[in-house]
């Protein structure tokens, strides 16, 4: 930990706010407030992308390939699963399915996400507040031309080519920000929205009852996913539009500007002025582990 130095919050969803933590791991302290409307039950286990993503990324772990799972996994049970007729929407490694087994039984035995989600990090040695952004149950949907489906359905088994309509969270209208949660947002210096998808990642976090409210009262720093007219990964572009927004950075302060302070974005984008919020231009791009510990200073002087 870094004591001498000032505590942040930290919105994450998967990929890009992962990449990011990685940096900031090296120069300060933080705690993360973690999407779980992705989160899904698959043969058997509950299996919450986000949550695992930044946790792997926290204890070096993760596959640096793809931005989700363990590296040098293996997916012999998958394959087995397969060749019995069993066809799991998620292609799960074996190391990363021990964590949802885990997890997973931490639940059955009554223990709360966030209960469960402490105990999983704390076993990865992470000493980093992990938290899921509420207990109840939320799902991410996607309606496209082809149907009304969960974002895993569409991103992965569709690999995201269905035309899309609209994006809703089923359940969020019961969904509120966990008591720690809260704690965290209160005693935090500044809040800091990473580069993941503000549509599937981000957009979640903030439907929770009163999550705007709070984010009203803190300085907030959001590093934009796009740069020009594209995302740097993901389906973001596609989400972004089918809610009406432009892609594009100013598309993005648009999604988070009744609370926005700062948006930080590319140098190749530092062209144009937010109309409620500051403008700040660096280089985003994180390629390696130097890349993300750059940025994350480059944050840290903006609170």
Known sequence: MHPATIMLAVLSGGTGTPKLLRGMNEITNFSVIVNTAEDMWVSGNKVCPDIDSVIYA????????????????????HFRLKELGFD?????????????????????????????????????????EILPMCEEEVETRVVTIEGDMHFQEFWVRRKGKPEV???YFKGIEDAKPTEDVIKA???????????????????????????RDLLRRKKVVAV???????????????LM???????????????????????????????????????????????????????????????
């Open 224 to 238: 934009s996913p796009i740069i020009g007219k594209t995302a740097v990964s993901g389906p973001a572009a596609k």
């Open 58 to 77: 926290l204890a070096g772990l993760i596959d640096e390939t793809k931005w989700w799972g363990i590296k040098h996994d293996t997916f012999m049970t």
């Open 185 to 211: 947002l209160e005693k935090a210096k500044g809040v800091i929205i990473g580069p993941s998808n503000p549509i599937t990642s981000i957009s979640p976090i903030l439907s929770l009852r009163g999550m």
């Open 241 to 303: 539009r089918a809610k009406g927004f432009e892609v594009s950075p100013k598309g993005v302060g648009e999604v988070y500007r009744d609370f926005l302070d700062i948006l930080v974005v590319d140098s190749t984008d530092g062209n144009f002025e937010g109309e409620t919020y500051e403008v700040v231009a660096t280089n985003i791009m994180m390629r390696n582990k130097e890349d993300a510990v750059r940025l994350s200073e480059f944050l840290l002087q903006l609170f």
């Open 165 to 167: 309509i609209d994006v």
């Open 88 to 128: 799991e929407v998620l292609m799960i490694g074996d190391a990363d399915r021990a964590t949802h087994i885990m997890r997973s039984e931490l639940l059955r035995q009554g223990m709360s996400l966030t209960e469960a989600t402490r105990k999983v990090a704390e076993t990865y040695s992470v000493e980093n």
